[in-house]
């Protein structure tokens, strides 16, 4: 064992951010294996199947070590051919190799041109929640002040840009209230849109010893899901009934008088008006669920459910089954006002957690990767579009260059075919990217870069928690921000970062708000328990327990009445017809399953998006594999399974899989404030292979 040396770090997969150590041998600079030590304050010693054995693609044969250039954008740009035709290899028909150096050199060259043809806004970048802070900082600060462009966004655009949204308008800040363990001090829980135990099981972990123990647990989601066998209340609702739901839910509380007056009297603002709003609208009074047929029982549950919110110390946990749809930040918004009328926000075991999905998605908006939000949360000097509007401008032809790190544009995002689409205008892709991933394969430039096990950096989980990895082995390939230096420096900038730890004190500068005391110092000290943003002298690990982070201090109660739309109108006119798909996660695999598919171990789990269907329907599927389809685009075949877990005339497909092309379904509806893309119900034709 004297060649094994065993190194703490942080995962690099969802947002839960566990503590993980790992065996490394220093003869071969392999990982042996990874492991929680049992005082881990997020893992608890526990880790999920990713976390513990989805390591293997730090290894894997196709990762992308040396940087390829596609021929076909050198036949169009011959002056930076002959820049760099010295340095270039054949590597098969479509690629060159080269060394980073020709790669960045070819990269700065064709951003002049644009820049120069099309001017400064021509060039956009998306990305960077799966790089650390510090990379993340880099990349907004080289796009919007040496290349002077404000088009920044990154992946929360496909999730949690609604809590963010939601939140800011109510109480001020965007992010999980309370750590994870206040779950051991609540009374009362409820999930509403998160199937925690597939895409947050080391949360999941809490959120069961919890319900088995004191049977205090309500779960909503639109099919049964493994947390509803522990819940004391069972709730499946139909698909986009979520604002529909939590309307109730604030109706009940008023009704009933059960809102708590001096919270409301000292803290907060409007609740007057949202209270006349509530009274009178019909969608809210629990009674209409008795107009939906399948659905009456709710009627009476949402009011059970409703008391116990209001009377004992409870949190609501929510997932992406909130905000990917039409009225995601809405819905977030009808979130808070229950908190915010009971007084469950601000105090230990009571608040709000929205489950955010990438291991450093929060900390990639809190570094400003946002079109609209500086570092800090701060007014960026100019607004830059989000991803959505830039699509439609490559289509446009204004903008021209896209810098991408670690986002898989081409799979992840909705409406695939309007996507490449728009990508054929483009004249620059450049990605930076651990493989040739759907995205990499159609840029003109890819760069491989370090993993997160490689690397050192911070990244700040779902509940706000700041954890500085260090690298598990060694690697000779760049960090992100690293390349990104290099850039700036071909660009004309003067970037002369030593090491991370320099971008990251300037980090702690910029987004004083947040990050004042958290030095690299503080972080090594403190590698098992992390510090939870805003941290000056100490950190908080209970947001809002004064005022909120509101320009006066109060939480703002702003109602927004449920539109009548989707299956809920199809049932209630008698038209229900055809199915309607919700997507979602599954275990075994991670979001793109770029890291995870690379370990045998976890692929053969779930090597392909398998379509769950109702036993029921069964008659309507007569082959082991159909096409779905709607007016945007369809997938490939997919294998169908049927279970007594999905509703009747309802769908349910993962996504992991570049190959099956499920974002191909979805169109341009999305969130009518934050354009976040309604990925959670669409009405699919299904065709038989």
């Known amino acids: ?369 946002l079109p609209y939000y500086a570092p800090d949360y701060q007014e960026p000097k100019e607004v830059g579009l989000m991803t959505p509007q830039l699509v439609d401008e490559m289509l446009q032809g204004r903008v021209k260059a896209i810098l991408n790190i670690g986002e898989d544009l081409t799979h992840i995002h909705p409406n695939l075919n309007k996507i490449d689409r728009a990508l054929e205008k483009v004249e620059l892709i450049m990605v930076q990217e651990l493989f040739m991933t759907d995205v990499a394969q159609r840029a003109d430039i890819v760069i491989g870069v370090k993993s997160a096990y490689e690397k050192t950096g911070v990244y700040v989980n779902a509940m706000r928690r700041l954890h500085l990895s260090q690298p598990l082995v060694k690697s000779d390939l760049p960090d992100d921000w690293e390349v990104l230096q290099m850039l700036d420096n071909k660009m004309g900038g003067t970037y002369n970062y030593k090491n991370s730890n320099e971008i990251w004190d300037e980090v702690r500068e910029v987004a004083y708000r947040r990050f004042s005391g958290a030095s690299y110092l503080r972080l090594e000290r403190h590698r098992k328990r992390g510090l939870q943003w805003p941290v000056h002298t100490e950190d908080t690990p209970i947001l809002h327990q004064l005022d909120f982070r509101t320009e006066d201090g109060l939480g703002q109660f702003l109602y927004k009445q449920y539109k009548l739309r989707g299956m809920i109108q199809e049932i209630t006119t008698n038209t229900l017809t055809g199915y309607h798909l919700t997507t979602g996660r599954t275990l075994s695999q991670y979001n793109n399953a770029s890291q995870s598919s690379r370990t045998h171990s976890l692929n053969k789990r779930y090597s392909e998006d398998i379509l769950l269907v109702n036993e029921n329907d069964a008659a309507d599927f007569t082959a082991q594999r159909v096409i779905l389809k709607t007016e945007f685009g369809q997938t490939t075949p997919l294998t169908i399974k049927l279970t007594k877990k999905i509703q009747p005339k309802t769908l349910f497909v993962t996504f992991h899989h570049a190959k099956s092309k499920i974002n191909a379904l979805f169109g341009d509806k999305c969130d009518e404030l934050i354009m976040t893309a309604a990925f959670k119900s669409i009405k699919v034709e299904v065709i038989n292979c």
């Open 1 to 369: 064992m004297d060649n094994i040396q065993t190194i703490d770090s942080v995962c690099t997969y969802c947002g839960v951010g566990c503590d993980i150590a790992a065996n490394v041998n220093t003869d071969t600079n392999k990982i042996e294996k990874i492991f929680a030590h049992a005082d881990g304050v997020v893992s608890q010693g526990k880790l999920c199947i990713k976390g513990k054995y989805g390591y293997d693609f730090v290894d894997s044969p196709d990762r992308l070590r040396i940087p390829r250039i596609k021929k076909s954008f050198l036949e169009k740009n011959p002056t930076i051919k002959n820049v760099i035709s010295s340095k270039l290899v054949d590597f098969n028909d479509e690629w060159y190799e080269c060394d980073l150096e020709s790669a960045t050199t070819a990269t700065t060259l064709k951003l002049k041109e644009i820049q120069e043809n099309y001017g400064r806004k021509a060039v956009c970048s998306i990305g960077g929640a799966r790089t650390s802070c510090e990379s993340s900082y880099l990349f907004q600060k080289f796009t919007r002040h040496t290349l002077n462009s404000p088009h920044v966004d990154n992946c929360a655009r496909v999730c949690h840009s609604p809590s963010l949204s939601g939140m800011r308008r109510t109480i001020g800040e965007g992010a999980a209230t309370n750590p994870y363990n206040d779950i051991y001090n609540t009374e009362f829980m409820i999930v509403i849109g998160s199937n925690t135990t597939e895409a947050h099981p080391i949360i999941a972990n809490r959120i069961l010893d919890v319900a088995r123990k004191d049977d205090n647990l309500a779960v909503f989601d639109v099919r049964e899901i493994k947390l509803h066998r522990t819940a004391k209340y069972k709730a499946i609702i139909p698909h986009e009934a979520n604002l529909l739901v939590l309307n109730m839910l604030a109706y009940v509380i008023i009704d009933e008088e059960l809102y708590s007056e001096d919270f409301i009297e000292n803290r907060t603002n409007g609740f007057e008006e949202f209270k006349e709003s509530i009274m009178s609208d019909p969608f809210a009074n629990p009674e209409y669920f008795n107009e939906i047929e399948g659905y009456e029982y709710l009627c009476k549950m949402i009011r059970k459910v409703a008391r116990e919110y209001a009377l004992k110390k409870s949190m609501i946990f929510w997932g992406l089954g909130i905000t990917e749809h039409l009225d995601g930040s809405y819905a977030v918004m009808a979130i808070t006002h229950l908190a915010l009328m009971t007084g469950n926000v601000g105090k230990q075991g009571a608040g709000l957690m929205p489950l955010r999905g990438q291991n450093n998605v929060q900390g990639t908006c809190d570094m400003g990767m």
